[in-house]
């Protein structure tokens, strides 16, 4: 019961201006399901097969969402299906989504993943790079890609104001981004331990894994 409560508690805290990715990286699909009985509809993973195999077995009204690093070799086992991609990175994977979504007739939304976090992070492109590719010609020959928002992840830290500074910074960049990217809609920052704080700093999608699922023993 304690997953639906859950869900439950965080769909009425968040209101209807952000929306709920219930992270359910490593957990099994039993988990999902008490989750998809309470009412969500929108799951996340890092694992692109895990992902694949959990579509496969569950209803097919969930709406999958790929919040993990993504390896270019594996972007065909999502195509069919996923509905937004969180963490892209770099052009190449952007034309690799485009080629196996052009394969599957379909346009798949993608964020880009915007590095925030002090810590030397391997994933995310600073804001000067991602408006690079925003407005390269090569960018904008995909037909088969949109990209609907940013995403970012900040420092694992109990520092309320260093975080809040980092989510405050990717708002800007958002806001900023958006004056000549009328399409985007998705700001998506917070997690189990600091969304409260990144809703404050106007965050519209929140992944949130631990605090619905429980702690999980291996990532
Ligand atoms: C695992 C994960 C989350 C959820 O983390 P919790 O702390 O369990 O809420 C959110 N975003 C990404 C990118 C993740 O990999």
Not at 5 to 33: C, F, Q, R, W, Y
Not at 56 to 82: C, S, T
Not at 180 to 199: N, R, W
């Amino acid at each position: 019961m304690e997953i639906s409560e859950n869900i439950k508690k965080h769909i009425e805290e968040l209101g209807e201006k952000v929306s709920l990715v219930a992270i359910s990286k490593t957990k099994p699909e039993s988990d999902l399901m008490e989750a998809y009985q309470a009412g969500q509809r929108v799951f996340g993973e890092n694992k692109i097969q895990e992902m694949a195999e959990k579509w496969e077995n569950l209803p097919k009204d969930i709406q999958w969402h790929m919040v993990g690093h993504v390896q270019r070799n594996k972007v065909k086992y999502m195509a069919p299906f996923v509905t937004l991609i969180h963490a892209v990175d770099s052009l190449k994977l952007l034309k690799e989504i485009n080629k196996e979504a052009e394969k599957n007739e379909r346009i798949i939304s993608c964020l880009l993943q915007i590095k925030i976090a002090e810590e030397e992070s391997k994933f995310g492109l600073e804001a000067e790079e991602a408006k690079e590719i925003l407005a390269s010609d090569e960018f904008i020959e995909l037909k088969n890609i949109q990209i609907t928002g940013l995403m970012g992840m900040a420092t694992n830290s109990d520092d309320e104001a260093k975080v809040r500074g980092e989510f405050d910074y990717l708002r800007s960049v958002y806001v900023d981004f958006k004056k000549k990217q009328p399409q985007f809609e998705v700001l998506s920052m917070g997690m189990s331990g600091d969304y409260k704080i990144a809703v404050s700093c106007g965050s519209n999608m929140v992944r949130i894994g631990s605090a619905i699922f429980g702690e999980r023993n291996y990532n």
